[in-house]
């Protein structure tokens, strides 16, 4: 394996800030203990080279040696086959997070996404979409996340990669208080959050971007 370049945006709209998805990329190379360096593509002026490494033009991905690896759930799998830290030594606990891992991707995203979006954009409360989007979320994702969170302290008996996607899934709902009737998910993103790995994840996020504001 060669050097770990972690390649993002060079700046964002505040609004977004601190959720970026290259900080789950941070929290991983942060809990790994991974060394690493941050490199930036324009947000503005996407050219072929980011498409080559990108094929959609978004951010992040991380460069290793002559590997370069998009897409968040990639990149963590990735890094967890490089340290213990990130996925479960034991063939079980391992399968079960990389289960978790694609669960956060695949099926609490996929129904937190859309929800999201229309709280930024702030659609009303009373109209079909929000309602549909809404139902989909809560009573098919939060209400069956909570008792699997209200018996474990992580997804797969020790911290790893897919708690680094679940948290970060669930605490932008969070963001708009859709946890509120969902205690166990709530202490769950609360408890992840206060790891050192995602405050200097965090920290490192908001201070690239905000360095962007003053160049």
Known sequence: MGDLTL???DWVPEMPRGYVRDIRVRWA????GLAYRVESVSFRDRKAGHFAHQPFGQAPWLTDGDLSIFESGAILLHLGERSDALLPADPRGRSEAKEWLFA???SVEM???PWS????SGES???AAWKLFDGFLKVHR???MEPVLAGREWLAGTFSVADILMVDVLRLVDRFDGLANYPACRDYVARAMARPAFVKAYEDQMAHFAAADTA
């Open 117 to 120: 979006l229309l709280e930024f």
């Open 29 to 32: 190379l942060e809990e790994a």
């Open 142 to 144: 939060l209400q069956h």
């Open 111 to 113: 129904a937190s996404l």
């Open 125 to 127: 409360e009373d109209t």
């Open 104 to 106: 956060a991707l695949n």
């Open 7 to 9: 390649t993002t945006f």
